[in-house]
Nanobody
Framework: QVQLVESGGGLVQAGGSLRLPCAAS????????MGWFRQVPGKVREFVAA????????LYADSVKGRFTISRDNAKNTVYLQMNNLKSEDTAVYYC????????????WGKGTLVTVSS
């Protein structure tokens, strides 16, 4: 089992920044590719960003490219999502995710943290 706990959400004005940490505990953190998804009530959960287990590669949704940066610190068992130039459409609950092979689906989810961007 891997437990994922997100934090750092809150209310921010459009154009502002937030950093979301996700702390992992349980099995070996470095075995997992990590990522972030987000969901607006009534809509499908959507992919935001992912980072490979060895930090060799990252992937971003087109909607956040150039504004969001995903990183991880395997020594601290933590993955981060730095969000800059936030827009009102970024308002959502952000979920941390872990998986050994994302082509087979996500193995673990956090409970989410709410980000609200006011225009």
């Amino acid at each position: 089992q891997v437990q994922l706990v997100e934090s750092g959400g809150g209310l921010v004005q459009a154009g502002g920044s937030l950093r979301l940490p996700c702390a992992a505990s349980g099995r070996t953190f470095s075995n997992y590719a990590m990522g972030w998804f987000r969901q607006v009530p009534g809509k499908v959960r959507e992919f935001v960003a992912a980072v490979s287990w060895n930090i060799g590669s990252t992937l971003y949704a087109d909607s956040v490219k150039g504004r969001f940066t995903i990183s991880r610190d395997n020594a601290k068992n933590t993955v981060y999502l730095q969000m800059n130039n936030l827009k009102s459409e970024d308002t959502a609950v952000y979920y941390c995710a872990a998986g050994t092979n994302w082509s087979n689906g996500i193995d673990y989810w956090g409970k989410g943290t709410l980000v609200t961007v006011s225009s």
